[in-house]
């Protein structure tokens, strides 16, 4: 399933774009996703990191499976 998104790119964006799907064969909605897809895998172990350190600082906890499906009643 596809959801359609209309968005503005810088100008020097917008001509590598063009470039890319040119030279390669592809749509350009296939390269941003592609790209959009390896930049979330980026903030991932961004947002992974910030946590480990947030637990190594003490400022979060950890909270046992065995509780969590206690509470969930699993």
């Not at 190594?56 to 950890?62: F, I, L, P």
Request: proline fraction near 0%.
């Amino acid at each position: 399933m596809y959801t359609r998104h209309n968005i503005t790119l810088d100008e020097d964006i917008s001509r590598e774009l063009e470039v890319l799907a040119e030279e390669l064969g592809e749509k350009k909605s296939n390269i941003i996703g592609k790209a959009l897809t390896a930049y979330f895998d980026l903030l991932d172990l961004k947002i992974a990191r910030k946590r480990l350190k947030e637990l190594k600082n003490g400022k979060s906890r950890t909270i046992d499976a065995e509780d969590v499906w206690k509470e969930l009643n699993l």
